[in-house]
Nanobody, 129 residues
């Protein structure tokens, strides 16, 4: 059974960097090219929004709307992957989720929410001074 758990601060000041870590148990983030280890968020009163993913190889892909401010990295020794979102504003306030997407070796529909088979419980991040 794969489990994902988000961790990080719940409050970030405007212009600072939001940093969250997803710890994965029950499966390795470095094997199987079908998996897309992803970050997704849900602002209050809005739908899910894809942020980015990291693959078994360490390759990454980011949402075009967030690409300039986003980095996703990993620590393979701890089976963790980390989101950094720079220069945050109150519009970045949301519940942040890490999740495992399942696709083909070369294709994955990042906004097909049914293609994510395991999710973390989510963590609330508020951007406020």
């Amino acid at each position: 059974q794969v489990q994902l758990q988000e961790s990080g601060p719940g409050l970030v000041k405007p212009s600072q960097t939001l940093s969250l870590t997803c710890t994965v148990s029950g499966g390795s983030i470095t094997t199987n090219y079908f998996y897309y280890w992803s970050w997704i968020r849900q602002p209050p009163g809005k739908g899910l929004e894809f942020i980015g993913y990291i693959r078994y190889s360490g390759g990454t892909y980011y949402s075009p709307s967030l690409k300039s401010r986003t980095s996703i990295s990993r620590d393979t020794s701890k089976n963790q992957f980390t989101l950094q979102l720079r220069s945050v504003t109150p519009e970045d306030t949301a519940v942040y989720y890490c999740a495992r997407g399942v696709g083909s070796a070369r294709r994955f529909n990042v906004t097909s929410w049914g293609e994510y088979d395991y999710w973390g419980q989510g963590t609330q991040v508020t951007v406020s001074s």
